[in-house]
T-cell receptor, first 113, second 112 residues
Framework: DVKVTQSSRYLVKRTGEKVFLECVQD?????MFWYRQDPGLGLRLIYF???????EKGDIPEGYSVSREKKERFSLILESASTNQTSMYLC????????????FGSGTRLTVV | GIQVEQSPPDLILQEGANSTLRCNFS?????LQWFHQNPWGQLINLFY???GTKQNGRLSATTVATERYSLLYISSSQTTDSGVYFC??????????????FGKGTKLSVIP
């Protein structure tokens, strides 16, 4: 069964900490994405990557960075966590075609205290 | 950017009933997907359907790209269909095709 795996289901961090969220896919997909989901705001794209070492800003990149050193792994980094980054973080991957269908991981619920 | 509007925002159905969920979008797209988010938060891809009609069991979807809308049909609903249904669209070409803009979703509750 093909999978997108996120390293943690629940995470609690302190304000100011550096936080790493890891995502690994086993489908040889070129594209990988990080979204955050908040009540009333829906899913918003933070960053995406269409190739190794490539990255593009999404709609809300401020306060985040990403790393993609290997095709199967896409990391989201919160350089200095803040309480307004408390959210559900969802990783997804897709191929470049002909079917761009996304596969999502199960999510990481991050609480910053 | 592209605007995505889903209706209705909330829907309550008796088990066995049929329903239609609608997604309107503000610009031409070449990537449109429907997702189901179950009560535990997992998002499952239902359809990749930038145009035309597809069916998968009790679910089917139709996208009329020229009129900028898509419909998701659920027939003979079951309690396991409960959750939030999202429509998401991607733009014209290149990297814009890959990244999706999500609607706010339709929350479906199927009661026994």
């Amino acid at each position: 069964d093909v999978k997108v795996t996120q390293s943690s289901r629940y995470l609690v961090k302190r304000t100011g900490e550096k936080v790493f969220l890891e995502c690994v896919q086993d489908m040889d997909h070129e594209n990988m994405f990080w979204y955050r989901q908040d009540p009333g705001l829906g899913l918003r794209l933070i960053y995406f990557s269409y190739d190794v070492k490539m990255k593009e800003k999404g709609d809300i990149p401020e306060g985040y960075s990403v790393s993609r050193e290997k095709k199967e792994r896409f990391s989201l980094i919160l350089e200095s966590a803040s309480t307004n980054q408390t959210s559900m973080y969802l990783c997804a991957s897709s191929s470049r075609g002909p079917n761009y269908g996304y596969t999502f991981g199960s999510g990481t619920r991050l609480t910053v205290v | 950017g592209i605007q995505v509007e889903q209706s209705p925002p909330d829907l309550i159905l008796q088990e066995g009933a049929n329903s239609t969920l609608r997604c309107n979008f503000s610009d031409s797209v070449n990537n449109l997907q429907w997702f189901h988010q179950n009560p535990w938060g997992q998002l499952i891809n239902l359809f990749y359907i930038p145009s035309g009609t597809k069916q998968n069991g009790r679910l089917s979807a139709t996208t009329v790209a020229t009129e900028r809308y898509s419909l998701l049909y659920i027939s003979s609903s079951q309690t396991t269909d409960s959750g939030v249904y999202f429509c998401a669209v991607g733009g014209h070409s290149g990297a814009g095709s890959y990244q999706l803009t999500f609607g706010k979703g339709t929350k479906l509750s199927v009661i026994p």
